[in-house]
């Protein structure tokens, strides 16, 4: 039986890693989430896991997780994980996601975790690359955000080049789906339109609406967690990898397939203009493809 780690796992993302797995009788799953996210009207527990409420920036506390339960694998998705938070409170935004990367990474490595697969972010593309973005490309971060992403990055390459730690770091591109956060101003777009239309509320665009995004769905960003965690493919280790579909869409052109009646907010600082994934390597060394489309999931 394999003995796997989520961090984050209350999540959006993470908890959908955790059903996905639990799925499996083979599975014994553990999560670590301190449920710190203001964007969540709810965390989402299986009652077939384990749960630790512990904050990964607690070295001590994590580690008595790691020497309990002899993980073979770690999902590592915690994060502060909304660009304009960070921009308020970039002190915490390296913390935990420079920092406490670095904790479960070095944990990870004292345990002799068979590998890790961090949750890594597009958000480092920033706005200087052309489009396609290509894995190879310069970062050009734009707030605290992507620089403390980029470096949990970093540190993934870094653990696997040093100390042979096995890693897989995804680079996602805006995810969607159900359970997606819709607390705040500042939750993700899709599921904050959504919440706006069911409430006859005016949807908020921010700026003119023109800047363009890269949607994934939530199942496409789970498979390929999965994939990379468990591929034979010893091309992908060490790797970052981009999770995007290839395809992206303006934000008035998603308000208006959502609502007719909308507004303008101003624009905000530190996000990037567009984005656009290129694909292929998920789709050679991870043997992965997107699934689903936006336009179709809003009309579902």
Known sequence: M??????????????????????????????????????????YKNKKAKFYIYDINNLKKIEKVFKKHYFDYVFHLAAESR????????????????????????????????????????????????????????????????????AGEDMCKIYTSLYELETISLRY???????????????????????????DEQLTIVGDGKQRRDFTH???????????????????????????????????EIAKAISADYKFIPKRQGEAQETLANIKMAERLLRWKPKKNLMNYIKD
């Open 218 to 252: 939530i199942d496409d960003v789970v498979l390929a967690n999965i994939k990379a965690m468990f591929t034979k493919n010893k091309i992908a280790i060490g790797k970052v990898i981009n999770i995007g579909t290839g395809v992206n869409y303006s934000i008035l």
């Open 83 to 150: 660009i304009q938070p960070c921009i308020e409170e970039p002190y915490d935004a390296i913390k935990t996601n420079a920092v406490g990367t670095t904790n479960i990474l070095y944990l990870s490595n004292k345990y002799a975790i068979k590998r890790v697969v961090y949750s890594a972010s597009s958000s480092v593309y920033g706005n200087k690359n052309t489009l396609p973005f290509k894995e190879n490309m310069r970062t050009d971060c734009l707030n605290p955000y992507s620089i403390s992403k980029l």
């Open 2 to 43: 394999n003995s796997i780690l989520v961090t984050g796992g209350a999540g959006f993302i993470g908890s959908h890693i955790v059903d996905k797995l639990l799925e499996r009788d083979d599975n014994n799953v553990v999560v670590i989430d301190n449920e710190s996210s203001e964007s969540n009207i709810e965390f």
């Open 173 to 199: 591109f805006n995810v969607y789906g159900d359970r997606e956060p819709i607390k705040g101003h500042y939750a993700p777009v899709i599921g904050l339109f959504l919440k706006q239309r069911d409430n």
